[in-house]
């Protein structure tokens, strides 16, 4: 399946609140998308440059770039440390084996993970676009980032929301602390075996090695390069 159909030619627009809304891999897009379904953004086709309308409601996907007659709305972006966004993704990939060895060195694998990463990345860019790399560099100012690190005062902080039934009923606590933290079953041992703290993954090569490709993302998310070793 070419999942560049499924998650990057599909956008979130509300032309009644005047929002785009851009969810990055790892970045609980899922809940976002949950919670914006509770307010009047449809799906829209992305196709060279332009969108169509395709159906009323929300769609969960990534899709990074912007659109001919863009400049008319305003931006939310779902956002979260690149180290801890990557760091999620090991623990995901980790997360649906059964077994586990005695001699299981949780740095050394996500080394190799990482680096596995990067270096089909790097091999991509050779003849294609890559949108894992294309967040940083979308040239719009963003309105609204809505930060895991900071997830309900920053959902709260959009005018729309906090004033919102959903907000206001306990509806938008209940569905972020139900999601948050639970995509990953750390009932499997090999879970329970790697560290909850994420900066516990990095090293001064993994960190240095994944910052020099996505330092973009840092940048324009606001994430200092050494965040990994506080």
Request: with cysteine; proline share 4%.
């Given at each position: 399946?070419?999942?560049?159909?499924?998650?990057?030619?599909?956008?979130?627009?509300?032309?009644?609140?005047?929002?785009?809304?851009?969810?990055?891999?790892?970045?609980?897009?899922?809940?976002?998308?949950?919670?914006?379904?509770?307010?009047?953004?449809?799906?829209?086709?992305?196709?060279?440059?332009?969108?169509?309308?395709k159906k009323?409601?929300?769609?969960?996907a990534?899709?990074?770039?912007?659109?001919?007659?863009?400049?008319?709305?305003?931006l939310?972006?779902?956002?979260?440390?690149?180290?801890?966004?990557?760091?999620?993704?090991?623990?995901?990939?980790?997360?649906?084996?059964?077994?586990v060895?005695?001699?299981?060195?949780f740095?050394?694998?996500?080394?190799?993970?990482?680096?596995?990463?990067?270096s089909?990345?790097?091999?991509?860019l050779?003849d294609?676009?890559?949108?894992?790399?294309?967040?940083?560099?979308?040239?719009?100012?963003?309105?609204?980032?809505?930060?895991?690190?900071?997830?309900?005062?920053?959902?709260?902080n959009?005018?729309?929301?906090?004033?919102?039934?959903?907000?206001?009923?306990?509806?938008?606590?209940?569905?972020?602390?139900?999601?948050?933290?639970?995509?990953?079953?750390?009932?499997?041992?090999?879970?329970?075996?790697?560290?909850?703290?994420?900066?516990?993954?990095?090293?001064?090569?993994?960190?240095?090695?994944?910052?020099?490709?996505?330092?973009?993302?840092?940048?324009?998310?606001?994430?200092?390069?050494?965040?990994?070793?506080?």
């Open positions: 399946m070419d999942t560049s159909k499924l998650y990057f030619e599909t956008h979130t627009i509300s032309d009644v609140l005047g929002f785009i809304l851009i969810t990055p891999p790892s970045t609980a897009s899922r809940t976002a998308h949950e919670i914006f379904s509770y307010f009047p953004f449809d799906t829209y086709d992305y196709k060279n440059g332009k969108v169509f309308y009323q409601g929300v769609t969960h990534h899709t990074p770039y912007l659109f001919e007659g863009h400049e008319k709305y305003k939310i972006l779902t956002t979260r440390n690149p180290y801890a966004q990557y760091s999620s993704r090991f623990m995901g990939f980790y997360s649906s084996m059964n077994q060895q005695s001699s299981l060195n740095k050394d694998h996500f080394t190799d993970f990482i680096f596995t990463i990067t089909d990345i790097k091999n991509k050779k294609t676009f890559n949108p894992e790399l294309c967040w940083g560099d979308i040239d719009k100012e963003i309105t609204y980032k809505i930060r895991v690190e900071n997830i309900s005062e920053d959902y709260k959009i005018p729309f929301i906090k004033e919102s039934e959903l907000n206001l009923s306990g509806k938008l606590d209940e569905i972020l602390n139900r999601k948050i933290g639970n995509r990953i079953d750390s009932s499997q041992p090999i879970v329970r075996k790697f560290p909850s703290d994420w900066r516990e993954y990095w090293s001064d090569e993994s960190a240095e090695n994944f910052y020099s490709l996505f330092h973009r993302n840092f940048e324009r998310w606001g994430y200092d390069k050494d965040s990994w070793k506080k």
